[in-house]
């Protein structure tokens, strides 16, 4: 079975990935961090956000140079099939050219699970997540839980760093055989945003 993952920057920039059964859209803050370097000159340093598939290394900016969203696809290790689990990951990094602090967060929101094509697949379905410090945690099957209704934010990621975000998408062992061959469409949104950037706070 499919799942894909969107992770889209759509008010400010955007990126999608797909994992097996999910769509995962994802979006970022963008800021423009200014200062004078002297007088009567500007320069600007971006909020540039990569994205790399835990399973396969495939790597993309969450917006393209056009402004457009990236799609990034991730494959699930393992095969889904009734009281089993299939897992992925996203590493998130921050890629800021900003002098000095430029730390940011990442939040994974509450996923949107959607039947394809009229199917009856996705209450069966389930999407759990956790944030972690290595993508050889997402091979795991512990530590994951269901994201809340504040969604799951990601420990402050400073320049040039980088968290993870693993995914579990479980199938239900009470799954009827007619679901076999559906797909559903697994949405969330990843949001990073810049925090202050000095260490007292703004």
């Keep these: 079975m499919r799942t894909k993952r969107r992770l889209q920057a759509a008010a400010f920039t955007a990126a999608a990935v797909v994992l097996g059964l999910c769509t995962v859209q994802g979006t970022y803050a963008l800021w423009s961090a200014a200062a004078s370097a002297s007088p009567g000159t500007i320069s600007s340093a971006s909020f540039d956000t990569t994205m790399t598939a835990v399973n396969t290394g495939q790597t993309t900016n969450m917006?393209?140079?056009?402004?457009?969203?990236?799609?990034?696809?991730?494959?699930?290790?393992?095969?889904?099939?009734?009281?089993?689990?299939?897992?992925?990951?996203?590493?998130?990094?921050?890629?800021?050219?900003?002098g000095g602090q430029?730390?940011?967060?990442?939040?994974?929101?509450?996923?949107?699970?959607?039947?394809?094509?009229?199917?009856?697949?996705?209450?069966?379905?389930?999407?759990?997540?956790?944030?972690a410090a290595s993508s050889t945690e997402c091979s795991t099957a512990?530590?994951?839980?269901?994201?809340?209704?504040?969604?799951?934010?990601?420990?402050?990621?400073?320049?040039?760093?980088?968290?993870?975000f693993c995914f579990q998408i479980a199938l239900d062992s009470a799954a009827p055989a007619t679901v076999k061959g559906q797909a559903v469409n697994i949405s969330l949104q990843l949001t990073a945003r810049q925090l202050c950037g000095v260490p007292s706070g703004c």
């Excluded at 402004?67 to 897992?87: I, Q, R």
């Excluded at 730390?103 to 009856?120: E, F, K, W």
């Excluded at 512990?142 to 760093?161: C, E, Y």
């Design 63 to 98: 917006t393209l140079t056009n402004g457009t969203a990236a799609t990034l696809t991730l494959s699930p290790a393992g095969t889904l099939g009734p009281g089993t689990s299939v897992y992925g990951g996203v590493v998130v990094t921050n890629n800021t050219n900003a």
């Design 102 to 131: 430029f730390n940011a967060a990442i939040t994974a929101s509450q996923p949107t699970i959607a039947n394809v094509n009229g199917g009856s697949l996705a209450s069966y379905v389930r999407v759990n997540a956790k944030s």
């Design 142 to 164: 512990t530590g994951f839980a269901p994201i809340g209704s504040t969604g799951l934010v990601s420990p402050t990621v400073v320049k040039g760093a980088s968290t993870v």
